[in-house]
């Protein structure tokens, strides 16, 4: 299906159930993270093709470091090896990498960190999908950061209610990414796991209940076609 009326700008993911999907399978939970790795390029390919300029994933939390350390371990080998495999191949079909979330975090490893960077630098140009990849990613610590940098660089001054309101974006990591149009989350949760708790203000909400391994086109068509229907009224009576 083509995204003819064009409203969707901005989609943001949740992908989840990798965990659950692979222990279905008498799998270990590892398995369902390589499992995804399909579903998230399908996912890219899909965008593209339907003219949907920004998409959002989240693919670790501040709150995963709580997973255990061979889940953990296995997710920042996965990142890397991922961006190894494929970057060359996102770079070609026009993706530009930016990644969402505190690189500065001594618990990441430093060939992760490295990887990241060169692929931001190496996709910076490109225009056929902006990809935000949040990965030490979390919404509270980012508005904190956000207000902590708004402060400091108006020391004595005190601000009103309004400048906050107008300036707080500036601060954030990359204050150009527009706010979702539509929160996808996958694997039947119906909660945000401070996932952009700023930026999806007045953002459309589906949940479907397939696991994040199984999702496709089929599935992405209809969670688009549910979006179109929707009516956005943003606080106006029609
Ligand atoms: C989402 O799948 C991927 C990450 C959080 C990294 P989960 O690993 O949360 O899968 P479930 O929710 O346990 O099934
Ligand atoms: C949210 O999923 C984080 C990612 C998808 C990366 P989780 O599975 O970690 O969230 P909770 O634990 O269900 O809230
Ligand atoms: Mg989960």
Redesign the pocket.
């Known amino acids: 299906m083509s995204n003819n009326k064009n409203k969707l700008k901005h989609l943001a993911i949740?992908?989840?159930g990798n965990?659950r999907w692979a222990i279905s399978r008498g799998l270990e939970r590892t398995n369902g993270h390589a499992a995804g790795e399909h579903a998230l390029s399908n996912a890219i390919d899909w965008a593209i093709k339907n003219k949907i300029s920004w998409l959002t994933v989240?693919?670790?939390?501040t709150?995963?470091w709580l997973r255990s350390k061979k889940e953990v371990d296995y997710l920042m080998f996965f990142n890397r090896d991922i961006l190894l495999r494929r970057r060359k191949e996102f770079n070609d079909k026009g993706v530009k990498f930016r990644f969402l979330g505190d690189l500065s975090d001594n618990k990441i490893p430093e060939e992760n960190k490295k990887l990241m960077i060169e692929t931001e630098l190496l996709t910076k140009l490109n225009k056929k999908l902006n990809l935000n990849f949040?990965f030490n990613y979390g919404s509270k610590t980012e508005i904190h950061e956000a207000i902590a940098n708004l402060h400091n660089k108006n020391l004595n001054k005190k601000l009103e209610k309004y400048e906050i309101e107008n300036n707080l974006k500036n601060y954030f990591q990359f204050p150009e990414i527009p706010d979702p149009d539509l929160l996808l989350r996958t694997a039947g949760?119906k909660?945000i796991?401070n996932?952009l708790l700023y930026q999806i203000s007045y953002t459309e909400l589906v949940f479907i209940e397939d696991l994040w391994p199984d999702v496709n086109e089929k599935i992405l068509d209809k969670v688009l076609l549910e979006f179109n229907n929707r009516n956005r009224t943003y606080g106006r009576n029609k």
């Open positions: 949740i992908m989840d965990g989240y693919a670790f939390s709150e995963n949040a949760e909660r796991s996932f």
